[in-house]
């Protein structure tokens, strides 16, 4: 027995290399910070931001129109060159339709609708109604909102009336965009700027927070055993 389980741990740290050697096979470099959780190491242990993570990915090949790294176990393909952006997202977009999609429906009917979650017909027939919403006239008003939550935002440390102000830069970035989310997506008015206590940007801020031990650990169920974890998932919400 105990040669059999070293056997299964064996094949699976195998197969677990292999899958993060999946760049390098292609002539490919890749960013591998950690040997089993490949690129996404550090980000995952907090010894660097995921941003810096793709900062880093980005530079790893200065000459070259793409930059190659592992999410787990799944191999990523940075794109730089601007000329092959606008072939993917504009041109060839109908070939570039799913996403990696940690929702489930059962688990949230709303969130999972959206259109980074979506998948083959669902996506086009989402994308083909938020297309209606950016036409000249509309994202004119969508400036004129952007301006307004810009005057309250200067107005914020206006009021103050003092010499030098303090600030968090995060947090106050953060309250700013949920002013301009709220007016611009919801139609809403939401001063978040002078009261950090606001409902709506308490939720979306506990919404965006993948701080705590569940929520990483649901982060990289969803990555490493997307079945199994879905499969858990639905036995949750279903009891």
Not at 28 to 42: A, C, D, E, F, P
Request: contains cysteine; proline residues 4%.
């Amino acid at each position: 027995m105990l040669w059999l389980l070293l056997l299964i741990i064996f094949a699976a740290l195998v197969f677990w290399r292999v899958k993060l050697s999946h760049w390098s096979k292609k002539c490919s470099k890749q960013i591998v910070h950690g040997w089993w959780l490949g690129s996404i190491w550090k980000a995952i242990t907090s010894k660097e931001t995921f941003p810096e993570m793709i900062l880093n990915a980005y530079n790893m090949e200065p000459n070259s129109r793409y930059s190659t790294f592992h999410q787990l176990l799944h191999p990523v393909l940075l794109i730089k060159d601007p000329d092959l952006i606008k072939l993917i997202t504009v041109k060839d977009f109908d070939h570039f339709v799913n996403h990696h999609s940690m929702v489930l429906p059962q688990c949230d009917p709303i969130f999972s609708k959206n259109l980074l979650l979506l998948k083959n017909q669902n996506w086009r027939d989402v994308r083909s109604i938020l297309a209606s919403v950016f036409t000249t006239s509309k994202m004119k008003y969508m400036f004129s909102l952007i301006t307004q939550n810009c005057d309250n935002f200067v107005s914020h440390f206006l009021q103050k009336n003092e010499p030098l102000v303090t600030v968090e830069m995060k947090e106050i970035m953060t309250r700013f965009m949920n002013d301009v989310t709220a007016s611009m997506t919801f139609g809403i008015e939401v001063d978040a700027m002078n009261n950090p206590e606001d409902e709506f940007y308490l939720k979306g801020k506990d919404l965006t927070d993948l701080s705590g031990l569940s929520r990483v650990l649901k982060f990289l169920g969803s990555f490493i055993a997307p079945k199994i974890y879905k499969v858990s998932m639905y036995q949750n919400v279903s009891t």
